[in-house]
């Protein structure tokens, strides 16, 4: 199996590993359908005729932030791991650094940070009927890596009126990124009906995976300036635009078209900062490029 191909197929790991949080996390049930959080940090030097088994391996996890800083030596091994994960509704954030040498096994370090809230979309002339939502994020963050060593990132977004909700997508980071992303696709949905919302993000170094690593190298993917949604844009069947709707949610978090509304001290300061640099903002602005069509982005 290819590195992207495993990295694929890692995007529900998050969701899965938050269904054992919710034990002793902070969660709700709503219709059937749960709203929680976590972090989870993981480490694992193995070798490939047993990739299953970690012949050295950390873990930490938490509803709310988890942290991994440990060196694993052996011989024929060195992993020196610094990983750690924040969520919260509709803000995450994630980083992985990390420095191996070895003489065979392979090895990965995953900082993953996730949440589930149970969203409901109201516009009374269209109650009962299918909608579709495009989600967009902000992200930024800073990719590098030496010798063989990988580093990456990975967002994945799943909606749907089962648990666990069955449409999920993905876009995969191999480079420093900064800016407004979104998915391939809109999410369905029904006006005034519940559905699950999942968004995840995860923070990766790798070496050698599946196929030995022998050398040094090093890995960084530093995701901790946060994933922010930034806009749930909503739609008839048509992908008409539909502009007065309001959100409910189990967390209580407040959800509108242009993504989770901040907390309150984040207002102040963004007030504060606005008032002092607003005007450079704007004179800037004039010749800024225009904002893409959500559905194009």
Known sequence: MTYSAEIRRLKCAPIL????????????????????QGATVA????????????LAEGYASDNLSASLN???????????????????????RASASSTYSSSG????????AFFQDV??????????????????????????ASGPGIGSAAVGACAGPTQPPGNCQGDDFTASASGTFGFPQPFTFTYGQPFALQVSLRADNLYGYLSGFSGSGSAMA?????????????????????????????????YTQNGVVPEASSFVL???????FGPIILRRAKTARPLQDPRNV
């Open 119 to 144: 969203v409901t979309i109201d516009f009374s002339p269209f109650q009962g009927s299918t909608g579709l939502l495009v989600i967009n994020f902000a992200l930024d963050g800073f990719i590098n």
């Open 43 to 54: 480490a694992c030097v193995a070798i490939v005729s047993s990739p299953a088994s970690c």
């Open 270 to 276: 963004c007030t504060l900062g606005f008032t002092l």
């Open 105 to 112: 096994p392979y090895s990965y370090l995953s900082s993953q």
């Open 222 to 254: 530093d995701f901790s300036d946060t994933l922010i949604l930034s806009g749930l844009h909503v739609f008839d069947a048509q992908m008409n635009p539909v502009t007065e709707v309001t959100f409910r949610s189990a967390s209580g978090t407040g």
């Open 70 to 92: 440990q060196t694993f030596a052996q011989a024929g091994f060195n992993l020196s791991a610094n990983g750690s994960a924040k969520s919260g509704f509709g803000v995450l």
């Open 17 to 36: 590993l938050a269904m054992t949080l919710t034990i002793f996390g902070d969660s709700r049930l709503f219709g059937g359908l749960i709203s929680f």
